[in-house]
């Protein structure tokens, strides 16, 4: 009698894992198509398109290969928090290193919008229509701002219209800088204007906010140190104290109760440091 329970109980699972697995997986692996296409599209407006779909692929693995080391590297008795831990590293960190390197990306392209304007009022001086001013600045400029600008030219090309173009451009890259280039040319054509003047003042105003901006940065960098040295200090006297005399953690790390105050500090901790971070972080409004 026990051994057709038994193989009941074992037929019954089978026959669910037969059914159930073929469908996680399936579901799985369209999540991961769809997530894959999402961060391969949100690459692509920073890199080569071969170099995004290679990044995108690496960043659907990241969950799984940090939940493996977070739980090897964990305590004893932590392994399953530690695995928890990775997996959702691994969910936040494609965001992260995304929205690091956009601002990387707009922080460059800024730099270089300067000399882009020096050129088009330069080509404007010369004769040259807007059209011929942007080839002018694809030629003589470096990537990023060589990319966004022949991006604009060969959606121009495509028959999308110069007004619609530069807006796409603001779309990829808002900046108030951008936003007054875009103005003042539109602005240009429908009632006419003096460019290289108009794209001078330009400059000035990008100068001056930059100046404005290290000054503030210069502000807030105490307020960033003091944030890391009290995000680091918790870290630090748990690591000295573990290390000296591991049983007085022997009642946290063992205990349910011992482990949620541990799961809680982390939490705490990282909110703090968020908020410090978020505080003494200046953007571009």
């Known amino acids: 009698m026990i051994i057709v329970i038994i193989f009941l109980i074992f037929s019954t699972v089978a026959i669910i894992s037969y059914l159930v697995i073929p469908l996680i997986y399936d579901r799985y692996a369209i999540m991961s198509l769809r997530r894959q296409h999402q961060l391969t599209n949100s690459m692509e407006q920073l890199m080569a398109r071969d170099e995004a779909q290679k990044r995108s692929r690496m960043f659907i693995f990241a969950p799984f290969i940090l939940a493996g080391l977070g739980y090897y590297f964990s305590p004893e008795g932590l392994g399953s928090y530690g695995a928890i831990f990775g997996f959702t590293a691994g969910l936040i960190l494609p965001s992260i290193y995304i929205n690091v390197l956009t601002k990387k990306t707009r922080d460059k392209f800024s730099d270089q919008l300067i000399d882009a304007l020096m050129i088009m009022s330069s080509s404007f001086r010369g004769g040259l229509s807007l059209v011929q001013a942007i080839e002018a600045v694809v030629e003589e400029m470096p990537n990023p701002i060589r990319k966004e600008f022949g991006t604009v030219l060969g959606e121009n090309k495509m028959g999308v219209s110069m007004d619609e173009a530069l807006f796409h451009l603001y779309n990829r890259l808002p ?25 001078n003042r330009i400059v000035t105003n990008i100068r001056e906010a930059k100046k404005i901006q290290q000054n503030l940065d210069t502000l807030t960098i105490q307020g960033k140190i003091q944030g890391a040295v009290m995000s680091m200090l918790p870290i630090a006297f748990a690591f000295i104290v573990y290390n000296a005399n ?23 901790e990282t909110i703090g440091a968020y908020l410090v971070w978020k505080i003494s972080t ?3 409004y």
């Open 246 to 268: 591991r049983r007085i953690f022997n009642h946290m790390l063992e205990s349910d109760l011992g482990r949620s105050m541990l799961i809680y500090a982390v939490i705490s």
């Open 282 to 284: 200046n953007k571009e």
């Open 175 to 199: 900046s108030s800088a951008v936003q007054q280039m875009i103005t003042a040319i539109l602005l240009a054509r429908e009632t006419g204007g003096n460019l290289p003047v108009i794209f």
